[in-house]
């Protein structure tokens, strides 16, 4: 079912003290659908996206994956439940290779409990099954000739793409990607558009960006936020002609 739901978030509040930085925001991401989620600085955009991944806890509302409630639950739990995000700063090894980083990513996945001690005494290399998560991911991410290249050496973009790759090797059904092309030149934009709408097929993918090109480009869906709350959602066209939204945020240009 290329519509199948695999993320659902009911209500979501998060405060800090008296301020709301998420009020009552709910939002569904879809296999095969990408839902961008846009507005200004200071929207609640990234605090959303901490909730759905448990960096933060909500002060109220709910969040299921799929039909299982993981509110409340730890980041490493919600990642195992099928969940993969990217950051606003690349989050990679940059003294490690490009097959390296990915190869690590892909080990998360390991089903042994990561306390458990015998797991470190198995030679990293007899994991068949983590090897080609690793092979796939780069794959698809489009760094195959880039394999083994110091992840330091490589171009900003490429940084991006293996940020992805690393995702990707854990085997995630939701996607939640956090500016994902902040800091790209132009043909790099097109090369991560070019990934992103790749990688949609088999995912549910939640897209936070404030490249409107490339939001109007690969959306399904948009949810706009202004001050922690939702002022629209939507399809893109619905969401480009809304009065209320070009007054807060896109614009007379858009």
């Not at 846009?38 to 509302?61: E, F, Q, R, V």
Request: aromatic share 4%.
């Amino acid at each position: 079912m290329t519509d199948e739901v695999l993320l659902r978030a009911n209500a979501l509040t998060k405060r800090f003290g008296g301020l709301a930085a998420v009020d009552n925001v709910s939002i569904t991401l879809s296999r095969n659908r990408i839902h961008a989620v846009i507005g200004p600085n200071g929207a609640g955009k990234s605090t959303l996206t901490n909730l759905l991944s448990g960096d933060l806890p909500a002060s109220s509302g709910t969040v299921m994956i799929g039909a299982q409630d993981v509110t409340g639950w730890t980041p490493e739990r919600v990642a195992r439940q099928g969940l993969g995000r990217s950051y606003q700063k690349t989050n990679i090894f940059l003294p490690f290779s490009v097959w390296d980083n990915v190869f690590l990513a892909a080990q998360a996945r390991d089903p042994q409990q990561p306390w458990n001690p015998l797991r470190w005494l198995r030679p990293a290399a007899r994991s068949a099954d983590a090897r080609r998560r690793c092979e796939a991911a780069i794959a698809m991410a489009g760094l195959q000739e880039r394999r083994d290249a110091v992840a330091a050496t490589i171009s900003h973009g490429e940084q991006r793409q293996l940020e992805i790759a690393m995702t990707l090797a854990t085997e995630p059904q939701v996607l939640l990607l956090d500016e994902p092309l902040a800091g790209m030149g132009v043909a790099e934009a097109e090369r991560m558009v070019a990934l992103l709408l790749r990688i949609k097929k088999d995912h549910a993918i939640l897209l936070v960006e404030h490249d409107m090109d490339a939001v109007f480009a690969l959306a399904d869906a948009l949810t706009v936020m202004v001050n922690g709350q939702v002022i629209a959602s939507g399809a893109p066209d619905a969401i480009r002609g809304d009065a209320n939204v070009q007054a807060a945020y896109l614009g007379e240009e858009h």
